[in-house]
T-cell receptor, first 113, second 115 residues
Framework: KAGVTQTPRYLIKTRGQQVTLSCSPI?????VSWYQQTPGQGLQFLFE???????NKGNFPGRFSGRQFSNSRSEMNVSTLELGDSALYLC????????????FGPGTRLTVT | DQQVKQNSPSLSVQEGRISILNCDYT??????FLWYKKYPAEGPTFLIS?????DKNEDGRFTVFLNKSAKHLSLHIVPSQPGDSAVYFC??????????????FGRGTQLTVWP
């Protein structure tokens, strides 16, 4: 079974631009979560989608948004990029109901200059 | 507010010895705990988990212990191998209410296993 895939793997953007990251979950998984990892920090929860509905949201500004499609694929968008948004963005999928383990993709390394 | 804490940023252990990674939490509502391993340039890999109704779970060389009264869990790796060198993250979740599906992570402990 194919794992979680994320595209692109690396991205360089300029402050003020916007960016869209994509995540394809493991086949059959209906829940997709997004996390931000910065140096010295753990994984900071952004949001979680289940069956196209946002079920949870972390403490990030409204510039961070996401959505999930009917095939469970998910996208995350960051508008008006700031230097502090430079991070590794990780996507994780799980079955969503009755399943506790989340399986992570390799991440997208975003650099904002 | 860091609800899951890993107070040791690094741990160095000789090959063949036991590695013990510790994790503390503050939220008594957590009812499921997980450990992840992360190599550079890769996403975290699920390692082992434990439900709050248990106090121990084993999987090969990996054992997780949970002490609910102390709000503490630990991951034991026996014997440690050089390939175990990675960052280990402790995570927890509440399985009901508005935070269903969300994992709370610690900041990680860098384990180095030397020959």
């Amino acid at each position: 079974k194919a794992g979680v895939t994320q595209t692109p793997r690396y991205l360089i953007k300029t402050r003020g631009q916007q960016v869209t990251l994509s995540c394809s979950p493991i086949s059959g998984h209906r829940s997709v979560s997004w996390y931000q990892q910065t140096p010295g920090q753990g994984l900071q929860f952004l949001f979680e989608y289940f069956s196209e509905t946002q079920r949870n949201k972390g403490n990030f500004p409204g510039r961070f948004s996401g959505r999930q499609f009917s095939n469970s694929r998910s996208e995350m968008n960051v508008s008006t990029l700031e230097l502090g948004d430079s991070a590794l963005y990780l996507c994780a999928s799980s079955l969503g109901k009755g399943s506790y383990e989340q399986y992570f993709g390799p991440g997208t390394r975003l650099t904002v200059t | 507010d860091q609800q899951v804490k890993q107070n040791s940023p690094s741990l160095s252990v000789q090959e063949g010895r036991i590695s013990i990674l510790n994790c503390d939490y503050t939220n008594s509502m957590f009812d499921y705990f997980l450990w992840y391993k992360k190599y550079p340039a890769e996403g975290p890999t699920f390692l082992i988990s434990i439900s709050s109704i248990k106090d121990k779970n084993e999987d090969g060389r990996f054992t997780v212990f949970l002490n609910k009264s102390a709000k503490h869990l630990s991951l034991h790796i026996v014997p440690s191998q050089p390939g175990d060198s990675a960052v280990y993250f402790c995570a927890a979740r509440v399985d009901r209410g508005s935070t269903l599906g969300r994992l709370y992570f610690g900041r990680g402990t860098q384990l180095t296993v030397w020959p």
